[in-house]
């Protein structure tokens, strides 16, 4: 019996939130759901800096310049918060 790797692709492929939330979908098809609270400079900004992200390091991350926030696939994928300030 043959067993198949599944491909995973980490890629970012849309960004999107709720209330509470930041939603990441990836290009292999898996959506990422963490506390927006995690992050202190999306929580403050305003629906239109949320709005305005770009796709960076080479796909696997993400970018909003506005508020100058980077976040990555495979930290959220660890579930990794904002560190805290010190």
């Known amino acids: 019996m043959a067993i198949s790797a599944l491909k995973t692709d980490e ?10 939330r930041l939603i990441v979908d990836l290009k ?7 506390p927006l609270a995690w992050y202190p400079r ?3 900004a305003s629906p239109d800096q949320r709005a305005h992200w770009e796709i960076a390091g080479g ?3 993400i970018h ?3 508020i100058d926030e980077d976040l990555s696939a495979e930290g959220l994928l660890r579930g990794a918060p904002a560190p805290k300030a010190a």
């Open 11 to 20: 890629r970012i492929h849309d960004v999107r939130f709720d209330e509470d």
């Open 28 to 34: 292999d098809g898996r959506t990422i759901a963490v």
């Open 42 to 44: 999306l929580f403050d």
């Open 59 to 61: 796909g696997y991350g």
């Open 64 to 66: 909003w310049p506005d």
